[in-house]
């Protein structure tokens, strides 16, 4: 094989996921004047409907805009060699390996941020400003941007760096080293993410005492969870949708509610979201994806390693000189089809934690205010109620509302 087959084989895996992208968008968008099934006939009275109807088409009229112009940029991008255009600038400022790839990154990452910026804030300040769910201001957005952009900076650049270190310091072997730093990366974000990272961007706050504490207290100890840290996040100061979710283990371990939830739910609906969030929990489910990730991570890392160091990689994206950083592009490129297939099966097993976590909140607790809170949450995020079959299964990491009822119902 050769370079030039594998470019070609690269173009292909790129136009063949836009193509079934696009299939499944269309087939989906068919199905978005669907007459609602007889279990979801009270979520939307008609002027509703027809508003959660306006939505999904204005969503995704914009997203068949915002994908094919990503595609096209891609695509002259590869064709116009713009992987060597950006590594010889990177090579005129060092000649360290280290250095090279953390600007080739930062060349890479800040063009893409600046070109799709533009549609991020149409996006966010006319679609969502339109349908009433936008709370952001310009100040946040641009905050948000500046410390998105420094997070990437250290710790992307900072995970980088070591792995690059690491190939260097021990060829083949690097994998087995980057795997544990990824590992022990993974494992301290899912303990302490809450408290060290979503105070840079929200506020939170100890759920103050009163009702809704005291029955969230009372259930978990009929279920024997000890929960002390239950917070409030301030989403309003982003959007009207609303949220709940679990993170860290041991004495890291919290519940966190969006202020949003509270306002739009009653504290028994609460007290069952909550209740499924615990069977998560329970079930072991947080721990399975945690170690599925991270074997996931090993075994790509290791197929990586056996291919890094051919100069073909690096030369299918027009660079003659075989390097880290372009011939990791490269091999994410190629192994994207593999990813979708991970993907997929991931998908397959969290829409079966959804049900077990959703029986484990309905036998705990009640299985009707987990409903009526899923279906206010589904009105309130003009969900999309109707979607196709093969779009839930390529893109569903949840079931969808009405299988969700149905099985809370039996």
Do not use: C
Request: no cysteine; glycine share 6%; charged share 20%.
């Amino acid at each position: 094989m050769t370079a030039t087959t594998l470019f070609y084989i690269i173009i292909a895996i790129i136009i063949i996921n836009f193509i079934i992208d696009k299939v499944l968008d269309a087939l989906n968008a068919k199905h978005f004047n669907d007459q609602l099934p007889e279990d979801l006939q009270d979520v939307y009275d008609d002027t509703e409907y027809k508003k959660s109807q306006n939505y999904k088409s204005t969503k995704y009229k914009f997203g068949v805009l915002t994908s094919t112009f990503s595609i096209i940029l891609t695509l002259a991008f590869l064709l116009l060699d713009g992987f060597e255009f950006v590594d010889n600038i990177a090579r005129s400022y060092s000649t360290n390996p280290i250095i090279i790839a953390l600007i080739f990154f930062g060349i890479i990452m800040i063009a893409s941020d600046i070109l799709t910026t533009p549609f991020s804030y149409y996006s966010t300040f006319v679609i969502e400003e339109k349908f009433g769910f936008n709370k952001t201001t310009k100040k946040t957005f641009v905050l948000d941007k500046i410390k998105g952009w420094l997070m990437s900076i250290i710790l992307g650049g900072g995970i980088l760096a070591l792995i690059i270190w690491f190939y260097n310091a021990t060829g083949k072997h690097f994998w087995l080293y980057a795997w544990g730093l990824v590992a022990f990366f993974s494992i301290f974000m899912n303990m302490f993410y809450s408290k060290l990272i979503v105070p840079l961007f929200n506020k939170q706050t100890p759920l103050e005492e009163g009702d809704l504490r005291d029955k969230i207290s009372a259930y978990a100890k009929t279920v024997g969870f000890k929960l002390d840290k239950i917070f409030v996040i301030d989403g309003s100061k982003r959007s009207t949708k609303a949220n709940a979710y679990f993170s860290g283990f041991g004495s890291e371990k919290r519940v966190t509610l969006y202020d949003t939830l509270i306002n739009d739910l009653e504290d028994e609906e609460i007290v069952a979201v909550l209740a499924h969030e615990v069977g998560h929990y329970k079930k072991k489910h947080i721990i399975f994806n945690l170690v599925t990730s991270i074997l996931l991570t090993g075994l790509t890392l290791y197929i990586l390693s056996l291919f890094i160091s051919n100069p073909m990689l690096s030369q299918a994206l027009g660079v003659e000189t075989a390097s880290f950083h372009v011939g990791l592009i490269a091999f994410m490129l190629l192994y994207s089809p593999i990813s979708e297939v991970t993907g997929l099966i991931m998908n397959v097993f969290s829409r079966k934690f959804e049900y077990q976590a959703d029986n484990y909140a309905k036998n705990t607790y009640k299985g009707e205010p987990l409903i009526t809170s899923l279906k206010k949450l589904s009105k309130n995020s003009l969900s999309n109620l109707t979607p196709h079959p093969a779009y839930v299964f390529m893109h569903y990491s949840h079931p969808t509302l009405l299988e969700r009822i149905k099985n809370l119902k039996r």
